[in-house]
């Protein structure tokens, strides 16, 4: 079954940190440009972070720069999100994204397989 699942939402208070996972299956993981987007209350959906198929090349919004991490596990088939100095500006659903590319790109409509999102909310 071709599909990507998050977890790792929650909770955290201002200055916190969470690692977000999304787990892959059914389709090449490890020839994919992967990437994580956010959507907030009221908001458009946009570009966190992406990273290339052997992790050489990432990419990151200017608002998360310094603050989030993008990794892979090829040999897992998971991408992750380490976030830290979590602002309440970051709340948001965040959802990773699949591209059927090897190059990263932080436009949304370039990546053809999402996950169902998890929720992350930061308090004040």
């Known amino acids: 079954q071709v599909q990507l699942v998050e977890s790792g939402g929650g909770l955290v208070q201002a200055g916190g940190s969470l690692r977000l996972s999304c787990a892959a299956s059914g389709f090449p993981f490890s020839s994919d440009a992967m990437g994580w987007f956010r959507q907030g209350p009221g908001k458009e959906r946009e570009f966190v972070a992406a990273i290339s198929p052997s992790s050489e090349n990432s990419d990151y919004a200017d608002s998360v720069k310094g603050r989030f991490t993008i990794s892979r596990d090829n040999a897992k088939n998971t991408l992750y999100l380490q976030m830290n100095s979590l602002k309440p500006e970051d709340t948001a659903v965040y959802y990773c994204?699949?591209?059927?590319?090897?190059?990263?790109?932080?436009?949304?409509?370039?990546?053809?397989?999402w996950g169902q999102g998890t929720q992350v909310t930061v308090s004040s």
């Open positions: 994204a699949a591209r059927g590319s090897p190059l990263i790109t932080s436009i949304y409509g370039n990546f053809d397989l």
